[in-house]
């Protein structure tokens, strides 16, 4: 035991509601401060180049879920990911535009996605048998089959998501609802810290268009680990990853040629060439092996059952290459 107390009489007072006040870090004297968990400044996350790396093949998946609606392929890229918060984000949107939210357990929050109204109206005109222009009037709300689409489009994406993150966790998307209006959507507090993907769709003809998914980026948290390990693979710590790489890039086709001869001519000679003529050439001992105008290897001209032969004498280093 000992006579020296933890608190100060003024603190102790304080707390017993006696008068005195306490004094917190970065507020006045006994004011309450708010906070949003997962709110602040969000700190980037070494996960997100494996995410994006998923996002990369769920863009080519991507390319034959518009086709049906486009009726060719467009281009789709996925941009990298990017952690903001949820207000920054709204306040970049329209105040018209498609969204759909969704339950994603086992992780906790909402998903969204977010389709603009404009892009909708052009993939309902190119479905139709149009050119994909779309209205050129500023709508405020969808038509039946704008809605129809929509709706259709943004499961479809959903499921598709919900294919690729099957390694991470095994999602299964319910529907929350749909809103139009991005202020009546709520997929966070307006603090709290979100995951963007952005998808831009390029279609033939009418510009490109941004689609976005978004969560929080508690849930990401959750996956942290696994993405974690598969950046460690994809960078090369994994064997298993480096043997299928080998084996891959063995398989890849290249063009190797050989050089015999190079006789040179004059121009007047060039022009008076006829059949018949005979330009005497001289084989040197040694000829190169090029690969993409490179020399990797060098070697002598020989036969080998009955086929004309290279027998490789010397391998060049990369340094000595050209």
């Not at 941009?79 to 709204?90: F, G, S």
Request: a negative charge; glycine letters at 10%; one cysteine or more.
């Amino acid at each position: 035991m000992t006579d020296q107390t933890s608190l100060s009489g003024e603190e102790i007072e304080a707390l017993m509601g006696r008068g005195g006040s306490v004094s917190g870090r970065g507020g006045s004297p006994g004011e309450p401060r708010s906070f949003t968990f997962g709110s602040g400044n969000v700190p980037p996350s070494a996960a997100l180049p494996a995410l994006d790396r998923i996002h990369d093949r769920l863009a080519r998946r991507l390319r034959d879920m518009f086709e049906p609606m486009i009726r060719v392929k467009p281009k789709v890229d996925a941009e990298p990911a990017v952690l903001r918060t949820y207000r920054d984000w709204q306040a970049e949107q329209p105040v018209f535009q498609g969204i759909s939210l969704y339950s994603f357990a086992p992780l906790k929050g909402t998903l969204g996605i977010s389709v603009p109204s404009a892009f909708v109206s052009r993939l309902v005109d190119a479905f139709y048998g149009g050119a994909g222009a779309g209205s050129a009037a500023e709508a405020k709300e969808f038509t039946p089959t704008e809605e129809s689409l929509f709706s259709r489009l943004s499961d479809n994406l959903v499921a598709q998501f919900a294919d690729y993150w099957r390694d991470l966790a095994p999602i299964q998307p319910q529907l929350r609802g749909r809103e139009t209006n991005v202020a009546l959507a709520r997929v966070a507090s307006g603090d709290e810290a979100v995951v963007v993907c952005r998808f831009t769709v390029t279609p033939p003809t009418g510009g490109p268009a941004s689609i976005d998914i978004l969560f929080p980026a508690a849930a990401l948290r959750t996956v942290e680990a696994a993405l974690a390990a598969r950046n460690d693979e994809v960078c090369g710590k994994g064997a298993e990853w480096r043997a299928e790489l080998g084996a891959a890039v063995g398989d890849v086709r290249i063009e190797a040629r050989t050089v015999l001869a190079r006789p040179e001519l004059s121009i007047s000679e060039l022009v008076q060439l006829k059949v018949g003529d005979v330009i005497p050439v001289s084989i040197p001992a040694s000829v190169p092996l090029l690969v993409e105008g490179r020399t990797v290897a060098t070697g002598s001209i020989g036969e080998q059952d009955g086929k004309a032969a290279l027998k490789i004498e010397r391998i060049e280093t990369r340094r000595n290459a050209a």
